[in-house]
């Protein structure tokens, strides 16, 4: 057996699940599916990528600009469209070297995987033929490495010429070993024993001899999940390294290690909305914190666009809906919808009955559509314990429909009964997934919502989602993230304190030089810088300006020039200062004869804060966004191409008199390739009704803090306001009520950017399951933390690695990890008996496992002291230079004077 076994990918598809093949150390591509750029995010984690070469056929679906000539081709190949090719064809050579493989170099490949290198055995049938035809080959290759330096080959079969080019590949494949696809019929089936003892001969043999990473690829049913994981086991059983997915090779499938498919597939209507903005949506706002919560980035894909091809099964851990009214296109959605089933993906339905549930989707669902009730004398008869989770109503308001099952497996949920006996089902869940029709997943009761389901079991028990460790944003090393923001609003008003001083010198005295914690501060150029509405207040705002950004906690931000609040409505080149919001206030600042540029919004405030106002070794990073801060697309991509992180959006806002999940946002929103990070919690505005009344009101954001904290942690702490705040007495008491409840709180501190950077990565995360049962995390250099059901047990640390501690409180068991690209998770049923983290206000900088009996971490905080918890150090030496020493149950607890780094180091015997 190979020393090192990589875990090996093949896909063949036009889309690529780049969060998925990225978990692999090897991953073989259809070039010609990719697009610039496409190669570094597959290897962004380090893996290998391999494009696809067939040496001896000719395909004839790919486009060349210089095809060979007829002369070098043989024949046609019996089972695919494709010409066989005589490899000892001097024009088949240099087609091969020249418009294949020197074209794919300067694309940036260096390693390819030789496919068709036994086809000439069609036309080749007595040995000496074939021999010649052998010989080409082992010249090919010797020639690839001749040619092209570092190359690296992974060979399909080609067992007649291993014995000569042994030195020059570094794996051999071969399909199916014991589970294949006939092209001729398009059946599946097991494998003769013969011929695949014969297979598993010269594999092991390869292994033996040449020393050599082997693996088997083998097909099976896109839906037979359980059989591809079996028969991967099975040929990992034979030391061999597995590859199990469909012929076309267009489903991630299992192999060495199985991605769990962390993206949600959820469908909105543009149609259904003002402006057509995903914002607006149920999908959005209603699914979006659920998903996340249990672990799902989603894609949210308009269903007025070409719908997703291939074989999403294994892809995306379900296909959810939202829509609230009927589909123009009804019918094709829910056929293309059945194929998906048919090839083994969960559904959940909520909302309206937009396509027709039958033919294909009812005998797959077991549903029959209920008709001719009376929905006037419509009575709930029975439910369980999905229902209820935020209220329930005796009858509803309205009432779209129902369904009868015809199969004993589905659950209702729901059940209701008219005066006449009819008797229906609203919400279901079943072996294909889930349906809840509104009004029964969320009720509006005038201005306030309530979830009338379980959203959490509803999608558990629909889409059958996996139990595996969720990669978690609100925590790090046992702590909860804290974040500190301002808006650069008002920073030109005057305060109502004795002298009518700028709000900014009241926040710089009562609140910044008070509080010394990571704080992002940010300006609004438009209203005092030179070409503002205030430049008069200028030389007296820039000094004040200069004097916040020099402190040592501040980060620097930029609120924009103009103040877009309208984002979508502003075009390019229009004049400012043009159009009204519902609450009366221009699309943007009246700036005289600035025409809108997104542009001069974002780099042009950023530069000017940079030349004016940032000290020495400061510059702008974060961009907070303005207005209803919804920013399109492009301005997204002017901010990764300037290297700034974006922040703020959502409206988290639940309090005690509102108390519903309605009231929490998601975290992300995506904006075609790019990611808006939401503000975890919003600001003061929201509190004090537009800072109208109670001014006093941001306190309550307490409730918000301690309503995201419990039952479930689903927001980090965040302390967001304006420069209003310091504007009276009343808005200023409340704002240091919030900050000293805060700094009680066991938190991490960090800056803006840290956590923005911190949940775009959580979208890309991977969380791979081995087939030994122990997990395989990648991406997780910012996101370090893994939020673990109990079920699932305890880190076993001495054969886990990159696993640094564990902090089991009541809102979860939170794993925390080294910062590395890579973390292997083993878990065992006891708790830890050795060393670990359990908690820390700061991050880790440095992880080292010299021995079994040695550790050493290095941890920084951003701007605060240091605190550092050990568990299990009963038994154990701890050196921690520079701290004070508490002993705390079974561990030991660390208070440092300075932020870090502190180096810590244990000991046992």
Same mark, same amino acid.
């Given at each position: 057996?190979?020393?090192?076994?990589?875990?090996?990918?093949?896909?063949?598809?036009?889309?690529?699940?780049?969060?998925?093949?990225?978990?692999?150390?090897?991953?073989?591509?259809?070039?010609?599916?990719?697009?610039?750029?496409?190669?570094?995010?597959?290897?962004?984690?380090?893996?290998?990528?391999?494009?696809?070469?067939?040496?001896?056929?000719?395909?004839?679906?790919?486009?060349?600009?210089?095809?060979?000539?007829?002369?070098?081709?043989?024949?046609?190949?019996?089972?695919?469209?494709?010409?066989?090719?005589?490899?000892?064809?001097?024009?088949?050579?240099?087609?091969?070297?020249?418009?294949?493989?020197?074209?794919?170099?300067?694309?940036?490949?260096?390693?390819?995987?030789?496919?068709?290198?036994?086809?000439?055995?069609?036309?080749?049938?007595?040995?000496?033929?074939?021999?010649?035809?052998?010989?080409?080959?082992?010249?090919?290759?010797?020639?690839?490495?001749?040619?092209?330096?570092?190359?690296?080959?992974?060979?399909?079969?080609?067992?007649?010429?291993?014995?000569?080019?042994?030195?020059?590949?570094?794996?051999?494949?071969?399909?199916?070993?014991?589970?294949?696809?006939?092209?001729?019929?398009?059946?599946?089936?097991?494998?003769?024993?013969?011929?695949?003892?014969?297979?598993?001969?010269?594999?092991?043999?390869?292994?033996?001899?040449?020393?050599?990473?082997?693996?088997?690829?083998?097909?099976?049913?896109?839906?037979?999940?359980?059989?591809?994981? %079996?028969?991967?086991?099975?040929?990992?059983?034979? $030391?061999?390294?597995?590859?199990?997915?469909? @012929? *076309?090779?267009? +489903?991630? !499938?299992?192999?060495?290690?199985?991605?769990?498919?962390?993206?949600?597939?959820?469908?909105?209507?543009?149609?259904?909305?003002?402006?057509?903005?995903?914002?607006?949506?149920?999908?959005?706002?209603?699914?979006?914190?659920?998903?996340?919560?249990?672990?799902?980035?989603?894609?949210?894909?308009?269903?007025?666009?070409?719908?997703?091809?291939?074989?999403?099964?294994?892809?995306?851990?379900?296909?959810?809906?939202?829509?609230?009214?009927?589909?123009?296109?009804?019918?094709?959605?829910?056929?293309?919808?059945?194929?998906?089933?048919?090839?083994?993906?969960?559904?959940?339905?909520?909302?309206?009955?937009?396509?027709?549930?039958?033919?294909?989707?009812?005998?797959?669902?077991?549903?029959?559509?209920?008709?001719?009730?009376?929905?006037?004398?419509? %009575?709930?008869?029975?439910?369980?314990?999905?229902? $209820?989770?935020?209220?329930?109503?005796?009858? @509803? *308001?309205?009432? +779209?429909? !129902?369904?009868?099952?015809?199969?004993?497996?589905?659950?209702?949920?729901?059940?209701?009964?008219?005066?006449?006996?009819?008797?229906?089902?609203?919400?279901?869940?079943?072996?294909?997934?889930?349906?809840?029709?509104?009004?029964?997943?969320?009720?509006?009761?005038?201005?306030?919502?309530?979830?009338?389901?379980?959203?959490?079991?509803?999608?558990?028990?629909?889409?059958?989602?996996?139990?595996?460790?969720?990669?978690?944003?609100?925590?790090?090393?046992?702590?909860?993230?804290?974040?500190?923001?301002?808006?650069?609003?008002?920073?030109?008003?005057?305060?109502?304190?004795?002298?009518?001083?700028?709000?900014?010198?009241?926040?710089?005295?009562?609140?910044?030089?008070?509080?010394?914690?990571?704080?992002?501060?940010?300006?609004?150029?438009?209203?005092?810088?030179?070409?503002?509405?205030?430049?008069?207040?200028?030389?007296?705002?820039?000094?004040?300006?200069?004097?916040?950004?020099?402190?040592?906690?501040?980060?620097?931000?930029?609120?924009?020039?103009?103040?877009?609040?309208?984002?979508?409505?502003?075009?390019?080149?229009?004049?400012?200062?043009?159009?009204?919001?519902?609450?009366?206030?221009?699309?943007?600042?009246?700036?005289?004869?600035?025409?809108?540029?997104?542009?001069?919004?974002?780099?042009?405030?950023?530069?000017?804060?940079?030349?004016?106002?940032?000290?020495?070794?400061?510059?702008?990073?974060?961009?907070?966004?303005?207005?209803?801060?919804?920013?399109?697309?492009?301005?997204?991509?002017?901010?990764?191409?300037?290297?700034?992180?974006?922040?703020?959006?959502?409206?988290?806002?639940?309090?005690?008199?509102?108390?519903?999940?309605?009231?929490?946002?998601?975290?992300?929103?995506?904006?075609?390739?790019?990611?808006?990070?939401?503000?975890?919690?919003?600001?003061?505005?929201?509190?004090?009704?537009?800072?109208?009344?109670?001014?006093?009101?941001?306190?309550?954001?307490?409730?918000?803090?301690?309503?995201?904290?419990?039952?479930?942690?689903?927001?980090?702490?965040?302390?967001?306001?304006?420069?209003?705040?310091?504007?009276?007495?009343?808005?200023?008491?409340?704002?240091?009520?919030?900050?000293?409840?805060?700094?009680?709180?066991?938190?991490?501190?960090?800056?803006?950017?840290?956590?923005?950077?911190?949940?775009?990565?959580?979208?890309?995360?991977?969380?791979?399951?081995?087939?030994?049962?122990?997990?395989?995390?990648?991406?997780?250099?910012?996101?370090?933390?893994?939020?673990?059901?109990?079920?699932?047990?305890?880190?076993?640390?001495?054969?886990?690695?990159?696993?640094?501690?564990?902090?089991?409180?009541?809102?979860?068991?939170?794993?925390?990890?080294?910062?590395?690209?890579?973390?292997?998770?083993?878990?065992?049923?006891?708790?830890?008996?050795?060393?670990?983290?359990?908690?820390?206000?700061?991050?880790?900088?440095?992880?080292?496992?010299?021995?079994?009996?040695?550790?050493?971490?290095?941890?920084?905080?951003?701007?605060?002291?240091?605190?550092?918890?050990?568990?299990?150090?009963?038994?154990?030496?701890?050196?921690?230079?520079?701290?004070?020493?508490?002993?705390?149950?079974?561990?030991?607890?660390?208070?440092?004077?300075?932020?870090?780094?502190?180096?810590?180091?244990?000991?046992?015997?």
């Amino acid at each position: 057996m190979a020393s090192e076994q990589p875990s090996v990918a093949f896909y063949y598809g036009s889309d690529i699940p780049f969060e998925q093949l990225d978990q692999f150390d090897w991953v073989v591509i259809e070039a010609d599916s990719m697009a610039p750029g496409d190669q570094q995010r597959l290897a962004r984690n380090g893996a290998q990528v391999f494009a696809y070469l067939s040496v001896g056929e000719l395909e004839q679906w790919r486009k060349t600009t210089a095809p060979p000539p007829e002369s070098s081709l043989m024949m046609d190949n019996p089972d695919w469209p494709a010409r066989v090719a005589d490899l000892t064809n001097p024009d088949w050579q240099e087609y091969l070297f020249e418009e294949r493989v020197t074209k794919l170099w300067e694309q940036g490949y260096r390693a390819f995987f030789l496919d068709t290198l036994d086809s000439y055995q069609f036309f080749a049938k007595d040995s000496e033929e074939a021999a010649v035809q052998q010989t080409a080959l082992v010249d090919i290759i010797q020639r690839l490495h001749e040619r092209f330096p570092g190359i690296k080959l992974l060979l399909n079969r080609g067992f007649e010429v291993l014995d000569r080019v042994q030195d020059d590949i570094v794996g051999v494949a071969a399909e199916s070993l014991y589970r294949r696809w006939n092209p001729s019929t398009g059946v599946y089936g097991n494998v003769p024993e013969e011929d695949s003892d014969w297979l598993l001969n010269q594999l092991t043999r390869i292994q033996d001899e040449y020393d050599l990473p082997v693996i088997a690829i083998d097909y099976v049913p896109a839906a037979d999940r359980e059989v591809a994981r %079996e028969t991967a086991r099975r040929i990992h059983e034979k $030391g061999l390294i597995p590859w199990v997915s469909v @012929p *076309e090779l267009n +489903q991630v !499938g299992v192999g060495l290690i199985e991605p769990v498919p962390r993206r949600a597939l959820v469908f909105y209507n543009s149609k259904d909305v003002d402006d057509g903005m995903l914002s607006n949506t149920a999908a959005y706002q209603t699914l979006g914190v659920p998903l996340e919560y249990l672990g799902f980035a989603v894609e949210y894909r308009d269903v007025n666009k070409p719908l997703p091809e291939g074989v999403l099964n294994g892809r995306y851990a379900g296909i959810l809906t939202w829509f609230q009214g009927p589909l123009e296109e009804g019918q094709q959605f829910g056929d293309w919808l059945s194929r998906q089933m048919q090839q083994g993906s969960k559904v959940a339905i909520f909302g309206a009955l937009a396509f027709p549930l039958s033919g294909e989707l009812s005998r797959m669902t077991g549903l029959q559509r209920v008709d001719g009730f009376d929905s006037a004398t419509l %009575e709930i008869t029975d439910f369980d314990e999905m229902m $209820g989770y935020e209220g329930m109503p005796d009858s @509803p *308001e309205f009432f +779209q429909g !129902g369904f009868r099952s015809r199969r004993e497996s589905n659950k209702l949920h729901l059940t209701l009964e008219d005066a006449k006996g009819v008797r229906l089902s609203p919400v279901i869940t079943g072996d294909w997934g889930g349906i809840a029709v509104s009004p029964w997943e969320v009720q509006n009761i005038g201005s306030q919502q309530r979830w009338l389901l379980d959203p959490f079991a509803f999608l558990k028990n629909s889409l059958d989602l996996p139990t595996f460790p969720v990669p978690d944003t609100t925590t790090e090393n046992g702590s909860r993230f804290w974040t500190t923001q301002i808006d650069g609003d008002a920073f030109i008003s005057h305060a109502e304190f004795p002298g009518a001083p700028f709000t900014g010198e009241i926040m710089l005295e009562e609140v910044l030089k008070r509080y010394d914690v990571p704080t992002t501060v940010s300006i609004v150029e438009g209203e005092f810088g030179p070409k503002s509405v205030r430049p008069q207040d200028g030389p007296e705002l820039e000094p004040l300006a200069r004097e916040i950004f020099a402190l040592p906690w501040i980060e620097l931000a930029t609120h924009t020039f103009s103040h877009p609040f309208e984002w979508h409505k502003l075009k390019e080149g229009d004049l400012a200062g043009q159009g009204k919001t519902k609450a009366g206030f221009h699309y943007n600042l009246p700036l005289e004869g600035y025409r809108y540029s997104l542009e001069r919004e974002i780099v042009g405030s950023a530069n000017y804060i940079d030349r004016r106002l940032a000290p020495p070794g400061k510059r702008t990073e974060v961009v907070l966004w303005s207005g209803n801060a919804l920013p399109p697309e492009k301005a997204l991509a002017i901010i990764e191409r300037n290297g700034m992180v974006n922040f703020n959006g959502g409206n988290t806002s639940i309090t005690r008199d509102n108390p519903s999940l309605t009231q929490v946002s998601p975290m992300l929103r995506p904006v075609g390739d790019y990611l808006q990070v939401n503000a975890p919690i919003i600001n003061e505005n929201v509190y004090t009704n537009e800072m109208t009344s109670p001014l006093w009101g941001y306190r309550r954001v307490i409730e918000t803090f301690q309503l995201t904290d419990m039952p479930r942690r689903l927001k980090p702490i965040s302390i967001y306001y304006h420069f209003y705040s310091a504007g009276t007495p009343a808005a200023l008491r409340a704002l240091k009520q919030v900050y000293d409840y805060v700094l009680e709180q066991e938190t991490l501190p960090v800056y803006v950017s840290t956590w923005s950077k911190l949940a775009t990565s959580w979208y890309d995360v991977g969380v791979a399951r081995h087939l030994d049962g122990s997990w395989r995390i990648s991406g997780t250099t910012k996101n370090r933390t893994l939020r673990i059901p109990t079920e699932l047990g305890w880190p076993d640390f001495a054969r886990s690695s990159q696993v640094a501690g564990v902090r089991d409180i009541p809102q979860g068991r939170y794993v925390a990890l080294s910062g590395a690209d890579h973390a292997r998770l083993v878990l065992d049923e006891e708790p830890p008996r050795s060393p670990y983290l359990k908690r820390a206000n700061g991050r880790l900088t440095d992880w080292q496992v010299p021995s079994a009996t040695h550790k050493t971490m290095t941890l920084s905080a951003e701007e605060v002291a240091l605190v550092v918890e050990l568990g299990a150090t009963q038994g154990c030496r701890v050196n921690a230079p520079g701290a004070s020493f508490t002993i705390i149950d079974d561990g030991v607890l660390l208070n440092y004077d300075q932020p870090g780094p502190a180096t810590i180091e244990v000991f046992c015997d």
